[in-house]
């Protein structure tokens, strides 16, 4: 049976002394946060949470400060255990591993890049990238070989007997990813990882990780606060507020669809044209097209409108694997670039 990489079933997290008490409160009454927390003393972390994450995607975990995003991709790992619910790894129960088979899970399946680095200030580049393979009883030659290898490829090369202290902020994100890539996991964790860089190297460190997806189809889940971000990397997108999932799916149809005002509000002053895919609105085609030019299919409306050069009645062919699968009328493209307004419902589903 094939299952998704990682299931979420019905997470709940609920920090204090006894959460098992009060969670009945959450679940069959519906307490909220604020009343939890005035009235209990306890503060509620993740309502209810259901999401899968599907192998050689991107899951995107987005949010305001304080929605749940950092506590969710910790249960991943098990550095936070849930009050209640289920973590599914390839159908395996994460919550059912002892403690020797945590610390494989950790080692050898998940690694993680956080927001602060977390790189060892007496260890060189090359040491903090080699370390995960370290703790795994790799030899010292072969360890460093592979570490060799990633920090070359992102773009370190030279910088191996430096410290941490000699590297800019971005050099040091670099090493922190290096260090996840020498580790070899299926899955990697990013934590707010490009949030406290500056925008143009957070830019750049976007690039360097979709560049790398490309090439490994790694299971990734990353957190951000930053809905460009979020939508410049995800596959799949999923929304908290407050604990709970407010909306999941491909980033296009949230776009295109919000479910509901908190999600509109997110999405109401995004550049519609940099986000939306050419295959997310293209109509099949007739015998009768006449094709101006063509995009591929993950291709985004920039492309369309740059592949049309003004001409407003231009018909554009959308290819998939080498075959035009559908087509976009440039004069029809304006619909797909106005924001949803909750009114014109039909027009969007």
Not at 144 to 173: C, H, I, N, T
Not at 249 to 259: D, H, L, T
Request: charged share 25%; proline share 4%; no cysteine.
């Amino acid at each position: 049976m094939s299952y998704p990489k990682i299931q979420i079933r019905n997470l709940y997290k609920i920090f204090g002394a006894t959460p098992e008490r009060v969670l009945p409160m959450v679940k069959e009454q519906g307490i909220g946060k604020p009343e939890l927390l005035a009235k209990h003393g306890h503060v509620l972390g993740l309502r209810d949470i259901s999401i899968d994450m599907q192998a050689g995607e991107i899951s995107v975990i987005m949010g305001l400060s304080g929605s749940g995003k950092s506590t969710l991709i910790r249960h991943l790992n098990r550095l936070i255990d849930p009050t209640a619910g289920e973590i599914l790894l390839d159908g395996q129960d994460v919550m059912k591993l002892d403690n020797e088979a945590l610390r494989d899970l950790r080692q050898r399946s998940m690694s993680m890049v956080f927001q602060k680095f977390a790189l060892l200030p007496h260890k060189t580049v090359l040491e903090n990238a080699a370390m995960a393979l370290k703790t795994r009883g790799v030899d010292q030659e072969t360890r460093e070989a592979e570490a060799r290898k990633w920090l070359k490829r992102v773009d370190l090369g030279g910088f191996e007997d430096r410290y941490p202290r000699q590297l800019s902020g971005g050099m040091q994100q670099r090493v922190g990813i290096a260090r996840a890539l020498t580790a070899n996991t299926e899955i990697m964790l990013l934590d707010e990882a490009f949030s406290a860089l500056d925008p143009l190297i957070r830019t750049d460190m976007q690039d360097l990780l979709l560049e790398l997806q490309r090439e490994l189809h790694k299971t990734i889940i990353f957190i951000t606060h930053d809905l460009d971000e979020a939508l410049k990397l995800a596959d799949h997108l999923v929304i908290l507020k407050d604990g709970s999932v407010v909306q999941q799916g491909a980033p296009q149809e949230i776009v295109m669809n919000p479910a509901d005002p908190y999600i509109e509000a997110f999405v109401s002053d995004i550049n519609r044209a940099r986000v939306l895919r050419a295959g997310t609105i293209a109509m099949p085609t007739l015998p009768s097209d006449i094709f101006f030019a063509e995009v591929a299919w993950d291709d985004t409306l920039e492309a369309v409108i740059r592949a049309a050069k003004g001409q407003a009645d231009a018909t554009i062919a959308v290819r998939k694997a080498g075959q035009p699968l559908g087509k976009i009328e440039v004069g029809e493209l304006l619909a797909a670039l106005i924001p949803y307004d909750g009114v014109n419902a039909e027009t969007h589903t």
